[in-house]
């Protein structure tokens, strides 16, 4: 039973006395030794007495939002849900964590970064590492064959985060899939597609988008003389080649993994291909590609998709890039990957050059995985599905750093109008007046002061790019109308309190 802490310092002053008066420690010795023991014991039990200082922070890899950040998030997300919607999606919605089982086995090696959480009620639950396995779950429980739909939420990974470049622990994806049996290459192109407009939309800098296809790379790897048993961790190697050297992945799937030194040199000679269909076309020569099925599939799929790209009029943002891996598990064809220009994708040649790179990685990317709503299918029946998610968290990361270097004034609130007292004693008129304007949906605020100086109030508009003020004084009452001030030109006109919403909103027309 542990003791109150008063008793506690009651015996560390007793073994304290024992000690200091040597005539007693000839007899004490067993005795103090016994006390230590047991008083070592409490403290253990009772832990540090010293408060520990508390530090307000946010927990590592996440961050809060200010207003300005904010309504350039809102500003990003408008333009993607637009284009989602463009194509026909519908939205839905499913939980932020899920059941352990239903996510273990499906990211390769990436499943080491799944926030795990403790024992809830009888299940044990992870957090939602991607949107695309919870989108998988609730097709095959809801036994759907067919849809279009995206999906915005936060998703968790246990990673080591680099905020500066984008990537936290909790962050936002902005999904959009396509799920049924189709024609080939069909939904797949549109994926690329939507990729191609968002980015060209949100304008943050001349873009490719990469392509390759899973059956080409497992092909390429049988070519190269890999066991079966090694290509999901081999194609996890590849997959780093746009974050560091040949060199490190080659040390890596030989020193680490296990492979030969011939297969890796192989599979060196394969990874620098990239351009278009004369590209592809090459690589259909390829004798030791031309007996593996798969890479034969790969390279003819490849060939429709660049096809469709081109009536899509993307083909001068889409290259076929053979070392583009991307190592989930669950991708079975099509894999394609968006990165800016000028945020290289691979390093330079020489270690040297290394910093001249300035990169936040891939801003959007995604695949085929036609076999992953049939893992949760009793029977096994599959439902093919390509999509794509946008790094929406690295879009931020650019565009924020974009507003700050030009300093851009960004608009916090989408006020539209600034109800101004121009005298004393008017707050009544000026509630009556916020009230009409509110019942006619116009964005409407006021000072929250009874008698505010008008200097404070024009002021505001200004801090705030609020377009109209509309003042109201004593001969604007007796008249029964307002002064409708432009608070970018400067310019005013006297309106009448019966035409008001009318001409509020025709300014408004004009302004935008």
């Known amino acids: 039973m542990m003791l109150p802490l008063c008793r506690f310092h009651q015996r560390f002053l007793h073994i304290q006395w024992l000690v200091t008066h040597t005539w007693t420690r000839a007899f004490c010795d067993s005795q103090i030794s016994e006390e230590v023991a047991k008083l070592l014991e409490l403290k253990a039990q009772l832990g540090d007495e010293a ?4 530090v307000l922070k946010c927990p590592k890899g996440t961050r809060d939002y200010n207003p300005v950040q904010m309504s350039i998030r809102e500003g990003v997300f408008k333009t993607i849900i637009s284009c989602f919607k463009r194509h026909g999606a519908e939205t839905i919605d499913t939980p932020v964590f899920e059941l352990k089982e ?19 009620g009888g299940e044990l639950l992870s957090l939602r590492y991607d949107l695309t396995v919870p989108f998988a779950r609730y097709l095959a429980m809801n036994k759907i064959n067919a849809i279009k739909r995206y999906h915005i939420a936060k998703v968790y990974r246990r990673d080591n985060p680099a905020m500066t470049r984008g990537r936290f622990r909790e962050f936002y994806q902005c999904d959009f899939d396509i799920a049924g049996q189709y024609d080939v290459m069909l939904p797949d192109a549109e994926c690329v597609k939507i990729v191609a407009e968002i980015l060209t939309q949100l304008d943050i800098g001349d873009f490719k988008i990469r392509i390759n296809h899973r059956k080409l790379l497992d092909g390429m790897f ?11 961790t081999i194609c996890s190697a590849v997959d780093k080649l ?9 040390a890596e799937m030989v020193d680490e993994k296990g ?9 060196g000679h394969f990874v620098k291909f990239s351009g278009g269909i004369d590209t592809i076309e090459q690589l259909m020569k390829d004798e030791s590609l031309a007996k593996q099925k798969d890479a034969v599939e790969g390279l003819e799929e490849l ?7 081109d009536l899509y009029k993307v083909t001068d943002k889409v290259v076929f890039d053979l070392s583009l891996a991307r190592g989930l598990d669950y991708y079975t064809g099509v894999i394609y990957e968006a990165c800016l220009q000028g945020y290289a994708h691979k390093p330079e040649a020489s270690k040297g050059k290394e910093e001249e790179c300035v990169s936040v990685g891939s801003v959007a990317g995604g695949g085929r995985y036609d076999g992953l709503v049939g893992m949760f299918d009793a029977r096994g029946k599959k439902v093919p599905c390509v999509g794509v998610s946008i790094g929406i968290e690295r879009i931020f990361a650019i565009m924020e750093q974009r507003a700050l270097a030009n300093n851009t004034k960004v608009r916090t609130t989408e006020t539209e109008v600034y109800v101004v007292s121009a005298q004393k004693h008017l707050v009544e008129h000026r509630l009556k007046l916020c009230q009409e304007l509110w019942d006619a949906d116009i964005k409407t605020e ?8 008008a200097l404070d109030q024009f002021q505001y508009c200004e801090t705030n790019g609020i377009p109209i003020a509309i003042i109201l004084g004593q001969s604007e009452i007796e008249s029964n109308c307002v002064t409708m001030k432009n608070t970018v030109t400067r310019a005013e006109r006297k309106v009448s309190r019966d035409d008001l919403v009318e001409e509020i909103r025709k300014e408004l027309s004009s302004l935008s």
């Open 259 to 267: 492979l030969s030194p011939e297969a890796a040199d192989k599979i």
């Open 446 to 453: 006021q000072s929250y002061k009874k008698n505010p100086k």
């Open 303 to 309: 060939k429709v998709l660049l096809t469709y790209c």
């Open 51 to 54: 408060p520990k200082k508390f």
């Open 222 to 232: 049988a070519a190269c003389g890999v066991p079966d048993d090694k290509f999901r």
């Open 242 to 250: 746009d974050k560091t050297f040949w060199d490190d992945v080659r």
């Open 102 to 120: 239903t996510l273990t086995g499906k990211y390769g090696e990436d499943s080491k970064l799944i926030y795990d959480l403790k024992d809830q």
